[in-house]
């Protein structure tokens, strides 16, 4: 069965570093998604991507983050410069066609700043 | 704007008993999902199931079975007999049409179950 995957599984990085968190959807996949889980907490929308653009993106998602398709594979999410506070689990989702539809997850990246 | 809700926090049974996770949901759109994951200590999201707003039935599926009420914008899911291996955290998830496919989550129940 096709699934989301996500590199890497964990990633530690210092705080005011640039991190770049990959996934790659199923490939006849056309909605791209990522949430954020802070520790403990519930899994929060931060950005979904069709036709190659922002549709839509919650108050999370300020300059600070960049979503990009670089080829027909990958979907990346940027942080730019990392804050204490973006510690959390990300996790990439995917759909096929018209939303609303399941959306399949990937097994997320443990993001750790220190 | 929508909205879920699940007021248990936390639930903790012994094992083989019935526990029902309650959900509660808020949205103006008429066409919608819900969904409940599955979320256990390694930290993936686990799908379970997806119920669309036009389908009221209820599904059982195995020990799992979800009773989805419009009238009262609830959709409940419930554990019969259950196992230590049920302990997890769960969340239920609501997907509008008119929301580009993206799924607003409740705050997620964790379910303890005890041997």
């Known amino acids: 069965e096709p699934e989301v995957t996500q590199t890497p599984s964990h990633q530690v990085t210092q705080m005011g570093q640039e991190v770049i968190l990959r996934c790659v959807p199923i490939s006849n996949h056309l909605y791209f998604y990522w949430y954020r889980q802070i520790l403990g907490q519930k899994v929060e929308f931060l950005v979904s991507?069709?036709?190659?653009?922002?549709?839509?993106k919650s108050e999370i998602f300020d300059d600070q983050f960049s979503v990009e398709r670089p080829d027909g594979s990958n979907f990346t999410l940027k942080i730019r410069s990392t804050k204490l506070e973006d510690s959390a689990m990300y996790f990439c989702?995917?759909?096929?066609?018209?939303?609303?539809?399941?959306?399949?997850f990937g097994p997320g990246t443990r993001l750790t700043v220190l | 704007a929508q909205k879920v809700t699940q007021a248990q926090t936390e639930i903790s049974v012994v094992e083989k008993e019935d526990v029902t996770l309650d959900c509660v949901y808020e949205t103006r759109d008429t066409t919608y999902y819900l969904f409940w994951y599955k979320q256990p200590p390694s930290g993936e999201l686990v799908f379970l199931i997806r119920?669309?707003?036009?389908?009221?039935q209820n599904e059982i599926s195995g020990r799992y079975s979800w009773n989805f009420q419009k009238s009262t914008s609830s959709f409940n899911f419930t554990i019969t007999a259950s196992q230590v291996v049920d302990s997890a955290v769960y969340f239920c998830?609501?997907?509008?049409?008119?929301?580009?496919?993206?799924?607003?989550f409740g705050d997620g129940t964790t379910l303890t179950v005890k041997p």
């Open positions: 989702a995917s759909i096929n066609g018209g939303a609303p539809d399941t959306q399949y």
């Open positions: 991507f069709y036709n190659n653009e922002i549709s839509e």
């Open positions: 998830a609501l997907s509008e049409a008119g929301n580009a496919g993206k799924s607003t």
């Open positions: 119920r669309n707003s036009f389908d009221e």
